[in-house]
Structures are given as structure tokens and as C-alpha cells.
């Protein structure tokens, strides 16, 4: 076979979809193999260039590819759309990335490492356990409703709604017992989600930039954790605004004509990431408000200028481009002259 210079492949569960070209950009292979038969030609094959779509097995098959001695790159799957011709297939997707990871200005996804995807999943378990608790917090306040017991809002509120259910025996035994059989569900997922984060405060203790990240006002040690959990490689960002980009926290351009027009935030990029940023900065806002905080004199004079939400998310995007800065030089956060809170 014909020197192969770069090879794009097209992953599934089984069957995986080949496309290489040799030096003068020409197709020389299309291949169609299974699990096995892929591992077998990858060995045997010369190191070259691997692209591979960015998603859940990819980074798997970029350190197996590696330890062969090939160099791998993965693409975000929205880089490589443009590229697919005509009808989409598994030789097209292919094709497709061979393609796309031979311009220039294309951006690829570093690959993480077993350790790095395992921390990962701690903070998707969290997140999913928090979802459920949720759901089911929901759904006791909405049957306690229907029988006339209400609770204020907050989580904190359930176990005392729960303890009156048990109490009051103007509902029906049945009505009581279901309610219980849901009381015992809530305890055992708040048990679960308070094991899951003692282990990510253990990680988060541990690590020497999470530490630093987590003096950041309104980031703390969940904001920390999932700040250098989820950033792919901070020095890949030219800047703290590109970093922000990613994040989604700058507006949208619809500039054209020379005319600027920016609408709201991208929403590009991790949304759990984005989220806690968010809803840290909204904490720090709710202090400053309260008279409880210090706050800077930019942030004083947004909050005089703009809504709240607004200077929420203006606070998140500053926080993003202070936590990309420390992780890049190894820097320890300094807190700006601040003045007392909203006068």
C-alpha cells in the first residue's frame, strides 16, 4: 500500500470507517474493519496522522493509537460538519475529517487521559444525582400540595415537609406510605450526592490549581474542580477572551456592512461549566446587594447601570478570564481594591 500520510476514522461500537490520503492528496485508502481487525492494522501500520470525531470513545482509542506510536487529533464534531459531502455515511464522516484536519486554522481537542476522564465522571455523577433529587423534591412538594401541605422553597424544607406528612393523620394511610416510600428514596440520593462531593472536595484539596482557582470570589471548590476538570489545555487559548468564547460567555455577532450588532451570550460550549459560573457570580451578587459583600468599583457601577442578570453573566465571563489567567502562569489570585457594598 501507498504511503499514507494522514488517516481520518469514523468510530462506532463495532465497525469503524477508514480514509487516508498519501503526500499528494489523493485517496489511496477506504477501508471498513472491525474492533479486532482495526487494532491489527494500526499496529502493523507506520506512525501517521489519526483524526477522529471528538465524543465518547474517542479519547479510549486516541491513547490506544498513541501508545502505536501515531499522532492523533481530535476534532469537534461542529468543525467537521462543513466538511461532509452530499449524503452523510460512515465513508462520507471519513472523508470528512481527513479533510478537515489538514487546514490550518482548524482546532482540535486535546486527549485526556484515563485519570482525567474518571475525575470526569465524578462531576457527571454529581450533576445527575442533583437532577434527581430534584425530580423527586418536586414531585413530593407537588402530591403534599394536592392534600394541602405546602413548604417554603429550598431543599432544606423536604425532610420538614416529610416529617409533617409522617405526623398528620388527616391524610390517607395510603397517601402517608407512598409519600414515606419517596421520603426513603430523597434520604438514600441525599446520602449518595454527599459522598459523591466529600470526594470531589478530596480532589479538589488535592489538586495544587484547584486550590488557587477556588479563591476566586464566586468560583469555589465545585467551580474549581470542574474549571480544571473540563478546560481542555488553557494555554491552547490565545487569550482570556478566547477562553470566555469557549465558555460561550461573549455575545453573539451579527455584525455585517461595517454595522457591529451583538446579541446575547453564544451559549457555546460546556453548559455545567457555564452554569456554575453563572450561579456563582449571581451569589456573589446577591452579598454585594444584601450589604454583605465588598465588591469592586467596576461591579459597583454595572449594578447601577445594568439589570442584574445582565451583570451576572458580565461577572462570570470576568471570572472565567481571571481563573484562565491563573491556570495558564500558576499565579495566586489577588483581590482588587473593593469598596464597601452598594454604599
Not at 195 to 223: F, H, N
Amino acid at each position: 500500500m501507498e504511503r499514507v500520510i494522514r488517516i481520518g476514522m469514523d468510530t462506532s461500537k463495532h465497525v469503524f470507517q477508514l480514509h487516508g490520503v498519501n503526500a499528494a492528496e489523493e485517496p489511496v485508502l477506504r477501508k471498513t474493519l472491525r474492533r479486532k481487525e482495526l487494532i491489527k492494522f494500526f499496529e502493523k501500520l507506520p506512525p501517521t496522522v489519526i483524526g477522529i470525531e471528538a465524543c465518547g470513545g474517542a479519547h479510549y482509542w486516541g491513547r490506544l493509537l498513541q501508545s502505536f506510536g501515531h499522532d492523533v487529533k481530535l476534532l469537534p464534531p461542529q468543525y467537521v460538519k462543513p466538511y461532509v459531502k452530499r449524503s452523510k455515511n460512515d465513508a462520507s464522516d471519513a472523508e470528512a475529517l481527513c479533510e478537515a484536519m489538514s487546514r490550518p486554522t482548524m482546532r482540535f481537542v486535546p486527549v485526556k487521559t484515563a485519570d482525567q476522564q474518571a475525575a470526569l465522571m465524578l462531576v457527571g455523577l454529581r450533576e445527575r444525582l442533583i437532577r434527581y433529587r430534584t425530580q423527586l423534591a418536586n414531585a413530593i412538594r407537588s402530591y403534599a400540595a394536592e392534600f394541602g401541605l405546602s413548604a417554603a422553597q429550598g431543599v432544606c424544607r423536604i425532610e420538614p415537609l416529610l416529617d409533617r406528612i409522617a405526623t398528620d393523620k388527616s391524610l390517607p394511610a395510603l397517601a402517608r406510605d407512598l409519600l414515606a416510600v419517596q421520603g426513603k428514596e430523597y434520604a438514600q440520593l441525599q446520602t449518595q450526592l454527599e459522598g459523591v462531593e466529600a470526594r470531589l472536595l478530596a480532589w479538589q484539596r488535592a489538586d495544587s490549581c484547584s486550590r488557587r482557582l477556588a479563591q476566586i470570589p464566586g468560583v469555589g471548590p465545585i467551580g474549581a474542580s470542574m474549571l480544571v476538570m473540563k478546560t481542555p489545555a488553557p494555554d491552547r487559548f490565545r487569550s482570556a477572551r478566547h477562553f470566555a468564547a469557549w465558555l460561550g460567555l461573549t455575545p453573539r455577532d451579527h455584525s455585517t456592512a461595517g454595522k457591529v450588532r451583538l446579541g446575547g451570550i453564544t451559549r457555546a460550549g460546556d453548559e455545567a461549566l457555564r452554569s456554575v459560573l453563572v450561579l456563582g457570580a449571581t451569589a456573589v451578587l446577591r452579598q454585594v446587594r444584601n450589604g454583605r459583600g465588598f465588591a469592586s468599583p467596576w461591579l459597583i457601577q454595572m449594578l447601577k447601570r445594568k439589570p442584574p442578570k445582565l451583570v451576572a453573566v458580565a461577572l462570570a465571563n470576568k471570572m472565567a478570564r481571571i481563573a484562565w489567567k491563573l491556570m495558564v502562569t500558576g499565579e495566586v489570585y489577588r483581590r482588587e481594591p473593593v469598596l464597601s457594598a452598594m454604599g
